[in-house]
């Protein structure tokens, strides 16, 4: 039994990151990844950070119109980059996760006199 669902977690995991990466490369990546929105507040934090960073590196004043616009432009033409990164680290942890969650089922046989 517990190599029956051994074999099936193995194959479904396959299957997954097998059928996820078909999809990933089939779709276009501007229709995979969901346009960012941020709430009022959040756009009002950015806006802070980014004209902080101005002001404290670069010894440089922008309004609030240049720091949208200068993030706008990030997430328009460098956000994919991000978004990507992001994507890779999940199926990475997903990966090990299976890895381990197959680890523990193997622990989970019991000896016999049976040879594999």
């Known amino acids: 039994v ?3 669902i051994l074999r099936i977690v193995c194959t479904l995991s396959g299957r997954v990151l097998v059928g996820y990466k078909r999809y990933y490369e089939t779709t276009s990546k ?3 990844m969901s346009e960012v929105k941020f709430s009022k507040a959040e756009k009002a ?3 802070d950070k980014v004209k902080t960073y101005f002001r404290e590196e670069m010894d440089r004043e922008i309004g609030n119109f240049d720091a949208e616009f200068l993030i706008d432009f990030f997430a328009t033409e460098v956000g994919a980059y991000f ?3 992001g994507v890779y680290d999940a199926q990475a942890l997903l990966s090990k996760n299976i ?3 197959s680890d523990s089922i193997f622990e989970l046989e019991k000896p016999t006199s049976f040879s594999k």
């Open 2 to 4: 517990i190599r029956a």
């Open 30 to 32: 501007q229709s995979a």
């Open 45 to 47: 934090e950015i806006v």
């Open 83 to 85: 978004y990507n990164r």
């Open 99 to 101: 890895e381990h969650l």
